[in-house]
């Protein structure tokens, strides 16, 4: 099971939007409304942004938003702020026998 | 509130067998009905899942590791283990626990702080 692809960079200044890419397969993002997005500062471990493709979990601000259409999934960070300054982790089920796969990560720089 | 905490050396040789343990403290590990996972990232690299295993006992590996992968509980000390055998310098990487919930698919909605493994002789 391969890694779903990000790109390996974005950044935006604060105030503006971001957003960054998820491109998986039919088998993973494409065949299913479970992609999760985790937010991951320096040294530290990720946290739960954005499940099942658009839901946040209670705290994390309306900023953050998610869609998919297709086999790619987006995370769009709305209003950017310095603390947003993070590396951003998409995943996915892929399957009973698969399970999970992660992605290969964004690092978001706040100009 | 239910805080995950992993535990075990830091440096293993090559060849032998990595043993960490995720302590779960504020909580029952079998109370409820939660998936128990290991997730682990090499430096500067992205996220990749090991295995989990349910409140019930049974685990489930991911496919490219399965051969050497071993993920069991001890309810008595409220833990639940990682065991990756024959460990090459592949395997060094952060190795975090992560809670998820049936249904859930995959939402990791509780982590550990991460606990780095080197493999190195």
């Known amino acids: 099971q391969s890694a779903l692809t990000q790109p390996p960079s974005a950044s935006g200044s604060p105030g503006q939007s971001v957003t960054i890419s998820c491109t998986g397969t039919s088998s993973d993002v494409g065949g299913y409304n479970y992609v999760s997005w985790y937010q991951q500062l320096p040294d530290k471990a990720p946290k739960l942004l954005i499940y099942?493709?658009?839901k946040r979990p209670s705290g994390v601000p309306d900023r953050f938003s998610g869609s998919k259409s297709g086999n790619t999934a987006s995370l769009t960070v709305s209003g950017l702020q310095a603390e947003d300054e993070a590396d951003y982790y998409c995943s996915s089920y892929a399957g009973s026998n698969n399970l999970y796969v992660f992605g290969t990560g964004t690092k978001v720089t706040v100009l | 509130q239910v805080q995950l905490q992993e535990s075990g050396p830091g440096l293993v040789k090559p060849s032998q067998t990595l043993s960490l343990t995720c302590t779960v403290s504020?909580?029952?590990?079998?109370?409820?009905?939660?998936?128990w996972s290991w997730i682990r990232q090499p430096a500067g690299k992205g996220l990749e899942w090991i295995g989990r295993?349910?409140?019930?006992?049974?685990?489930n590996y991911s496919p490219s590791l399965k051969s050497r992968v071993t993920i069991s509980v001890d309810t008595s000390k409220n833990q639940f283990s990682l065991q990756l055998s024959s460990v090459t310098a592949a395997d060094t990487a952060v190795y975090y626990c992560a809670r998820s919930s049936p249904g859930s698919y995959g939402v990791f909605d509780l982590w550990g702080q991460g606990t780095m493994v080197t493999v190195s002789s």
């Open positions: 099942e493709v658009s």
């Open positions: 295993l349910y409140t019930s006992g049974s685990t």
């Open positions: 504020g909580g029952s590990i079998s109370s409820g009905s939660y998936y």
